[in-house]
């Protein structure tokens, strides 16, 4: 195809301009392929100097090393019409790795031609070292599943190495030492490789000196980040070569104290092998390791649960019984009524210990709060602590919640270390359902009695305002009634007064009850607090041939004087009317920081197991027929409520026949 290139394109100066502001790495090319300009970021990406790319090839300008990632011979070229892009792996001077995402777009002459290339480049190595990390943080969690699953060696290692292999590797594959030999006894991908392979543990020859080999002696893993260039893996150069193996990461794992065998991860592509994958895979191992270990112990424990006598024993019980069999509390068994209540095959293992968890189909929450499997009581005990009356509850994925407490001692040897645990546990799921019932009830009726308040309060106005026209009423009916209907007014005038007074206690209840009262506390002295009290109560007092007295003080305190005043006119009001003979006394005492009013009476007294209760609402000791005379019984509620209101304490003594002392403690000022 005839499309020369200018020597020098005219138009460069201003692509010069252009690239040089660019944030990116940027460049641009003639139509042969060779750079024409670039600016500093994309010399820095290359790690080159910019004067060394002009005039070159991109494989000109980057080192022999260069891995394709999609297998092109050159990633941003040629400057072929459409073309857009694509990545690519190099290896900078200074020997650092990076993964290079290409983007370009053809410069076209007016007439169509191509005449070059203005592209950028974007460094794209963490990215997809992202990826990579996810892919094998899936691949564990797809293996921790597998293990769950498991329930021996040769199923273990076929789903480990099956997961592998679908979250990205070539091939994965399990071998454990056979005598001198290491022999491959599971394996998922391109299995070919395998075929007719041989691996040892002996130092002296060269299929002993490989990865495996060395991994196992060692027991650290051995990454062979350059498959086809490592003199370790010089036997199977060949096998790797014809079956697209690249690199490879061999690592060991353990059954009890001893190396018994080593998992084997090939990847398609060189450098495959970074740190953090590294410690992935070792993880993989790990997860091998416990696995084997689980279920070694989990044989042990089947084997002690399983005879006849410990297993009629357990059975017999009607509770949960489970049965640590380690002392991580890794492997658990219990008898039927724990299976059939947590919904395990019979002889399943019930831990949740550990990652992964054995039993995944319910959580654990105490208090509402999930907690780890080593904060259960089961592992907890095999640990060697004791647990007592731990409650917990079950929710379990079809939305069934279930709750249980009980307790878990541990199992220990001759020499006193623990190896295991025993639990005993109680379903109370009816009982938490009959608390959470009556507290729904409770709190239905608490909602209903603060509705009620609040209505009260509200209609306080509505409800005081007819029985103040009533009052009025009668003054006018006083004043024109003949004499002689004076007896029925008196008596209207009772009930009316009467009427009067239960509606403000009922209202003064309502409003502390609708928390609608905002407190105003300020600094007062006594005097004046019960100035205004002593001639309301003296009229009441004098009917009843009683001496009201009050004894003056001058300490100052702080407090909203309102309700205090409605406290303590409430208990001289409840003096008068409990005392028959004698009289009512009203004095204040000193008692550290605090002022102590209190008001004496000789009246009727009060029964020592009524104390507590005096203070109910509509409750009068000796009024059991309610006669409206007595009053509405509100008169110590509206005082127990204001002094919650005012954070302060109201005291009681008394001796029946003799009389009671109300004491109210106030903060001095």
């Given amino acids: 195809m005839d499309n020369p290139v200018p020597a020098h394109l005219p138009w460069s100066e201003v692509l010069d301009c252009l690239i040089d502001t660019m944030p990116t790495a940027a460049f641009y090319k003639g139509w042969?392929?060779?750079?024409?300009?670039?600016?500093?970021?994309?010399?820095?990406?290359?790690?080159?100097?910019?004067?060394?790319?002009?005039?070159?090839?991109?494989?000109?300008?980057?080192?022999?090393?260069?891995?394709?990632?999609?297998?092109?011979?050159?990633?941003?070229?040629?400057?072929?019409?459409?073309?857009?892009?694509?990545e690519a792996r190099i290896v900078t001077p200074i020997g650092e790795t990076r993964d290079l995402l290409f983007r370009q777009t053809p410069l076209r002459a007016p007439d169509g031609r191509v005449l070059g290339v203005l592209g950028t480049a974007e460094d794209i190595t963490l990215q997809k070292k992202a990826i990579r990390l996810r892919r094998l943080y899936d691949a564990l969690l797809a293996a921790n599943r597998a293990v769950v699953q498991a329930a021996d060696r040769q199923t273990l290692f076929e789903r480990i190495c099956a997961t592998c292999v679908e979250s990205g590797f070539r091939l994965a594959c399990v071998a454990v030492a056979d005598g001198e030999a290491i022999k491959p006894v599971a394996a998922a991908g391109v299995t070919a490789y395998l075929d007719g392979a041989s691996f040892s543990t002996r130092d002296d020859i060269p299929t002993g000196r490989g990865p495996a080999g060395l991994a196992m002696r060692t027991g650290r893993p051995y990454i062979a980040n350059d498959f086809l260039a490592d003199p370790a893996t010089a036997p199977w150069w060949d096998r790797a070569r014809a079956h697209g193996l690249a690199a490879a990461a061999i690592v060991p794992f353990s059954e009890g104290d001893r190396i018994s065998g080593v998992i084997a991860f090939y990847a398609g592509r060189s450098g495959f092998f970074g740190a953090d994958e590294v410690a992935l895979i070792e993880q993989f191992a790990a997860t091998i390791s416990r696995a084997l270990d689980r279920l070694a112990a989990e044989q042990a424990g089947q084997r002690l649960t399983r005879h006849p006598l410990v297993r009629a024993i357990l059975d017999a019980v009607p509770a949960p019984v489970l049965v640590a069999h380690d002392s991580e509390g890794k492997v658990i068994t219990g008898n039927r009524t724990s299976e059939r209540l947590l919904g395990i095959p019979p002889d399943g293992n019930l831990s949740k210990c550990g990652a992964p968890e054995q039993v995944t189909h319910f959580q654990h929450y105490r208090n509402g709060i999930a907690i780890p499997p080593e904060d259960l009581p089961m592992q907890r005990a095999a640990a060697g602590e004791v647990v007592a009356e731990d409650e917990l509850?079950?929710?379990?994925?079809?939305?069934?919640?279930?709750?249980?407490?009980?307790?878990?001692?541990?199992?220990?040897?001759?020499?006193?270390?623990?190896?295991?645990?025993?639990?005993?546990?109680?379903?109370?799921?009816?009982?938490?359902?009959?608390?959470?019932?009556?507290?729904?009830?409770?709190?239905?009726?608490?909602?209903?009695?603060?509705?009620?308040?609040?209505?009260?309060?509200?209609?306080?106005?509505?409800?005081?305002?007819p029985l103040q026209g009533l009052v009025l009423m009668h003054d006018v009916l006083e004043q024109r009634l003949p004499p002689d209907l004076g007896g029925i007014l008196a008596k209207v005038?009772?009930?009316?007064?009467?009427?009067?007074?239960?509606?403000?206690?009922?209202?003064?209840?309502?409003?502390?009850d609708a928390g609608i009262i905002v407190v105003d506390k300020r600094v007062c002295t006594i005097d004046d607090l019960v100035a205004e009290?002593?001639?309301?109560?003296?009229?009441?007092?004098?009917?009843?041939?009683?001496?009201?007295?009050?004894?003056?003080?001058?300490?100052?305190?702080?407090?909203?004087?309102?309700?205090?005043?409605?406290?303590?006119?409430?208990?001289?009001?409840?003096?008068?009317?409990?005392?028959r003979h004698?009289?009512?006394?009203?004095?204040?005492?000193?008692?550290?920081?605090?002022?102590?009013?209190?008001?004496?009476?000789?009246?009727?007294?009060?029964?020592?197991?009524?104390?507590?209760?005096?203070?109910?609402?509509?409750?009068?000791?000796?009024?059991?027929?309610?006669?409206?005379?007595?009053?509405?019984?509100?008169?110590?509620?509206?005082?127990?409520?204001?002094?919650?209101?005012?954070?302060?304490?109201?005291?009681?003594?008394?001796?029946?026949?003799?009389?009671?002392?109300?004491?109210?403690?106030?903060?001095?000022?």
């Fill in 32 to 86: 042969d392929d060779r750079y024409l300009g670039s600016n500093p970021a994309f010399a820095a990406l290359l790690g080159v100097p910019r004067s060394e790319i002009v005039g070159k090839t991109f494989l000109e300008v980057v080192p022999s090393a260069l891995v394709p990632l999609d297998g092109a011979a050159d990633p941003s070229g040629p400057a072929a019409p459409g073309l857009r892009g694509g």
């Fill in 393 to 465: 509850e079950l929710r379990f994925r079809d939305g069934r919640s279930v709750f249980i407490q009980g307790n878990a001692v541990p199992i220990r040897d001759a020499g006193g270390a623990a190896i295991g645990a025993v639990g005993a546990f109680l379903d109370i799921t009816q009982r938490r359902k009959g608390e959470a019932a009556l507290a729904e009830a409770r709190d239905i009726a608490e909602r209903a009695v603060a509705a009620k308040a609040r209505f009260m309060a509200s209609a306080s106005h509505d409800l005081r305002q």
């Fill in 493 to 512: 005038r009772s009930c009316t007064t009467t009427l009067c007074e239960m509606v403000d206690d009922l209202l003064d209840v309502a409003k502390l």
């Fill in 533 to 579: 009290l002593l001639p309301a109560h003296a009229a009441a007092a004098t009917a009843k041939g009683l001496r009201l007295r009050h004894v003056a003080s001058r300490l100052a305190v702080r407090t909203d004087p309102a309700l205090m005043r409605r406290i303590l006119g409430n208990l001289l009001a409840n003096a008068v009317k409990y005392t």
């Fill in 582 to 669: 004698g009289g009512v006394v009203l004095g204040c005492r000193r008692r550290g920081q605090l002022a102590r009013i209190e008001v004496w009476d000789s009246g009727i007294g009060i029964p020592a197991d009524q104390l507590t209760n005096v203070f109910e609402e509509f409750l009068q000791l000796d009024n059991p027929e309610r006669a409206r005379e007595k009053g509405s019984g509100l008169g110590l509620a509206i005082v127990d409520r204001s002094a919650r209101l005012l954070g302060v304490k109201v005291r009681v003594r008394s001796i029946p026949g003799r009389g009671s002392c109300f004491a109210v403690e106030i903060p001095l000022a």
